[in-house]
């Protein structure tokens, strides 16, 4: 069944956050919630609100505890370590192994997805996290394959992982439960604290990247957890736009009686910690060298890291994780994460020649070897019952 989320119905998103009592309809900021040209004034409004790092750290303290409490994240169960982590049908090819993992999130509540590891490197290896967008194939998209594989060669633990509602996790949960925001942010933390547990993973080299929806999930875990280390969203990061899926905006992060904010302060939080905007000519990230990115360099200037951000902008391309986009991102994190760069062919870039792309039924979690937990829990209703958010 194809879902269609790139433009998530507003009705779906206040139905569901109305059943859940989450916010009233004016908390959130949904799809293109202002105009470009009021999107610019707003950026100058907040920038008014800060001068120096002080002042921005104070008002970044309001955000962050508005992302915390706007998704109910302090209300999620305290869990330590747990993962019940099942890895299966290990492959190895050139230079990368490839690995159908699945990770317990919670109690019945499980992640799944795939581990691309090097082969023949010895030692601590950086690790990344790689979350997908709104695609009918998600994980298991050659440009998802591409990256983990180049990413993986070059001496990183990647872990490319599902949607909540798409991949190996869509008999469990629909990707429209009112508390996908949630749920997500929730598995990559625990996907993070997961390869940091693994003894082959150096802590002070973690990494994470996406694109569109799953650049949103890259920048909601930059800003609230500081053991991301470097950070790449793709093709998201707006002034105007703030993710027109309930997974994006369904949740109240951007507003509360206290404050006001979009995604362009949301992915500033991520200094000084360096952080690569790729942007492009036919989405809402067209204005990023202009706008968007900007305000993220006013930002990084108050921590006098003004190099540690940086802004790829393909004018020419369209709302993707093509291969300009990749090369850029292996490049940046080839650099901050120190990867060996050597162990790929540059002609005159990267060349990804040496990937394996798999079919869907290699990289399934779910197989008829390898059924469904026993303890599963089933459907929407039951997780929103587990989890009694309040």
Not at 53 to 78: F, H, Y
Not at 151 to 156: K, P
Not at 230 to 256: D, L, N, R, T, Y
Request: glycine share 6%; net charge negative; charged share 20%.
């Amino acid at each position: 069944m194809k879902i269609k989320l790139k433009v998530y119905p507003f009705i779906l998103i206040f139905l569901g956050i109305c059943e859940l009592g989450i916010a009233q309809e004016d908390s959130l900021c949904v799809g293109h919630h202002w105009t470009e040209n009021e999107a610019n004034l707003k950026m100058k409004e907040f920038a008014s609100t800060w001068n120096d790092r002080v002042s921005w750290e104070k008002r970044a303290e309001i955000i962050r505890n508005g992302i915390i409490q706007g998704m109910k994240l302090d209300q999620m169960p305290d869990i330590q370590g747990d993962f019940n982590v099942q890895i299966s049908n290990t492959r190895e090819f050139d230079g990368y192994i490839v690995e159908n993992i699945r990770i317990e999130s919670f109690p019945g509540f499980y992640i799944t997805g795939n581990i691309y590891r090097p082969s023949g490197i010895k030692g601590k290896n950086a690790a990344i996290l790689s979350p997908h967008g709104h695609f009918q194939d998600g994980r298991l998209k050659e440009d998802v394959q591409y990256r983990c594989a180049v990413l993986a060669r070059m001496g990183a633990v990647v872990l490319a992982y599902d949607m909540v509602g798409y991949g190996d996790s869509h008999p469990f949960v629909s990707h429209k439960i009112p508390i996908s925001m949630l749920l997500q942010t929730w598995n990559s933390k625990r996907v993070l604290e997961y390869l940091l547990s693994r003894p082959d993973v150096d802590p002070e080299r973690v990494g994470i990247t996406g694109e569109s929806g799953g650049a949103t999930q890259t920048f909601l875990l930059t800003a609230i957890d500081d053991r991301i280390k470097a950070s790449v969203p793709c093709v998201q990061v707006s002034a105007h736009f703030f993710g027109g899926c309930v997974c994006e905006s369904g949740m109240p992060i951007h507003k509360s009686q206290n404050h006001q904010t979009n995604n362009v302060e949301i992915a500033a939080l991520c200094a000084p910690r360096p952080m690569l905007l790729i942007s492009d000519g036919n989405d809402w990230t067209r204005n990023t060298p202009l706008i968007e990115y900007p305000y993220i360099q006013k930002v990084y200037a108050a921590y006098d890291a003004e190099h540690l951000v940086e802004n790829v902008h393909l004018q020419a391309e369209k709302h993707d994780y093509g291969y300009s986009k990749r090369a850029a991102m292996y490049n940046f994190f080839a650099y901050h994460l120190k990867l060996n760069s050597g162990n790929v062919i540059w002609s005159p870039t990267i060349n990804e020649d040496f990937v394996t792309i798999l079919p869907e039924n290699e990289l399934r979690v779910y197989t008829q070897d390898n059924p469904f937990p026993d303890n599963a829990l089933m459907g929407d209703d039951a997780i929103m019952d587990y989890l009694n958010l309040k």
